[in-house]
């Protein structure tokens, strides 16, 4: 039987309870695509983030309910900023740490992406409502799976996956926060029709790093390009995990 690649995800903190929580799609979309999702707990200490990475073969970051702390791109705190919660900040930063030091393939999605773009040295808008001029709907509400806006992307990872219709796709949109300017080795592939940056990629050849602003564990079912983001991730780990298990046989 073939091994299984190993999927790192990392989980949010209900302050009201003190319980770490994850909502169930992202796992079911890793495990569907023949990896086994991991929980990690939000313990922000170096040598348990290490311990617990060195067995993966890849992390998706997920969504959150809370934002990036702004002071980790030097600003003050906009009125409209929602709960920061440091312990959630400090673990991804750390999980992205050891992913950029073992080259793991990363999959950030909507907070993730915000995240893996703070952590490259880049900035947020922190809140788009009162920061992006017209801007459309990104807090959609409910049905959450439902694509409510298009986006528009150019040639690269992200094109290849849509396929020939780069102008006719759509997304569904959960944030009021965006990436403002773009971190080190990164690059915008996809963006809402009011500028909004919908995809970040990887410059760096070799690395297999993605990160999208809407959330495909919502639709992946029912929507091509959802499931051919976890199509390809799955793949990446799958490569991730072969060489692991070939290196260790030696």
């Known amino acids: 039987m073939a091994i299984r690649p190993r999927v790192g995800i990392t989980m949010r903190l209900e302050l009201g309870t003190d319980r770490f929580y994850l909502g169930r799609d992202y796992s079911e979309a890793v495990e569907a695509t023949g990896c086994i999702p991991v929980h990690i707990a939000l313990i922000p200490n170096k040598e348990y983030i290490a311990a617990v990475v060195e067995d993966l073969d890849g992390i998706l970051l997920p969504g959150s309910d809370s934002d990036v702390d702004p002071s980790l791109f030097g600003e003050a705190p906009h009125p409209k900023l929602g709960r920061v919660i440091p312990e959630k ?45 017209e801007p459309v709907k990104h807090e959609q509400g409910i049905p959450l799976g439902r694509n409510s806006h298009a986006i528009t992307a150019e040639k690269g990872l992200l094109a290849d996956l849509i396929g020939k219709d780069l102008k006719g796709c759509f997304v569904n949109s959960h944030h009021h926060q965006a990436i403002r300017n773009l971190g080190r080795d990164l690059r915008s592939a996809a963006w809402a029709p009011d500028g909004v940056i919908e995809c970040i990629e990887d410059t760096r050849p070799g690395r297999s790093v993605l990160g999208v602003q809407w959330h495909p564990e919502l639709s992946w079912k029912t929507d091509k390009l959802s499931s051919a983001l976890f199509r390809w991730f799955a793949d990446r780990c799958r490569e991730r995990s072969e060489a692991r298990a070939a290196h260790a046989a030696g």
């Open 89 to 133: 900040d400090a673990v991804d930063r750390m999980i992205l740490d050891q992913a950029e030091r073992r080259n793991l393939p990363v999959l950030a999605i909507c907070f993730g992406m915000q995240a893996l773009n703070v952590h490259r040295g880049g900035s947020l808008i922190q809140d788009i409502g009162s920061e992006v001029k």
